[in-house]
Nanobody, 127 residues
Framework: QLQLVESGGGLVQSGGSLRLSCEVS????????IGWFRQIPGKERKGISC????????YYTDSVKGRFTISRDSAKNTVYLQLNNLRPEDTGVYYC????????????????????WGPGTQVTVSS
């Protein structure tokens, strides 16, 4: 059974940075595309970034382009999300999720594509 655990969340001032980690266990990371999702209180969970199983394709939602960077380290079975220039509207619970890849160059923002989820990590950005 694949397991994912997020870490790296916390409280940061506007303009600050955090690096989130998503550690995968139970299988090799190379078989999975990984997505990062954010849930703001009172709103539905939304995809913000994803990386293909090969690592060759990355995608970002418009609100985080140029500020967030996704990467993967197969040796550590870990995917990272670097959050720079954080804004108060970035506050929320951040989840990583794994999708057993059908293509090594694709990943998706729809949470319906993902089979395995971590418990989430809270990011709070103060103004």
């Amino acid at each position: 059974q694949l397991q994912l655990v997020e870490s790296g969340g916390g409280l940061v001032q506007s303009g600050g940075s955090l690096r989130l980690s998503c550690e995968v266990s139970g299988s090799t990371l190379d078989y999975y595309a990984i997505g990062w999702f954010r849930q703001i209180p009172g709103k539905e969970r939304k995809g913000i970034s994803c990386i293909s199983s090969s690592g060759g394709s990355t995608y970002y939602t418009d609100s985080v382009k140029g500020r967030f960077t996704i990467s993967r380290d197969s040796a550590k079975n870990t995917v990272y999300l670097q959050l720079n220039n954080l804004r108060p509207e970035d506050t929320g619970v951040y989840y990583c999720a794994a999708d057993l890849a059908k293509s090594n160059s694709a990943c998706f923002f729809s949470d319906l594509e993902y089979d395995y989820w971590g418990p989430g990590t809270q990011v709070t950005v103060s103004s």
